[in-house]
């Protein structure tokens, strides 16, 4: 069963900057989407962030672009989400997703805190 790890969160002043890693157990390019999504406190909504296709294309939530940049490393298995000019709305537990016809995988996420 394929593995998802995250971490690089933690708490951040805003305007800071972060890097969230996702390690995956198999290749990444057996996944059609890499993506983030973020879930506030007490929430089971999970909320789009970030997202990167097999063939290189990104995609961004309105929120975060210009912001957020997400790539990956086919060599390492993982895939990277850096965040710079970090708001107290972007606080949360960023979850990474791998997407691939029929089935999900997903990670257990790593919390990112932005104080104001």
């Known amino acids: 069963q394929v593995r998802l790890v995250e971490s690089g969160g933690g708490v951040v002043q805003t305007g800071g900057s972060l890097r969230l890693s996702c390690a995956v157990s198999e290749s990444i390019s057996s996944f059609n989407v890499m993506d983030w999504y973020r879930q506030a406190p007490g929430k089971q909504f999970r909320r789009f962030v970030a997202?990167?296709?097999?063939?290189?294309?990104?995609n961004y939530a309105d929120s975060v672009t210009g912001r957020f940049t997400i790539t990956r490393d086919k060599a390492k298995n993982t895939v990277y989400l850096q965040m710079n000019s970090l708001k107290p709305e972007d606080s949360g537990t960023y979850l990474c997703?791998?997407?691939?016809?029929?089935?999900?995988?997903w990670g257990q996420g790593t919390q990112v805190t932005v104080s104001s």
């Open positions: 997202a990167i296709a097999d063939n290189g294309n990104t």
């Open positions: 997703r791998g997407s691939r016809p029929g089935r999900d995988s």
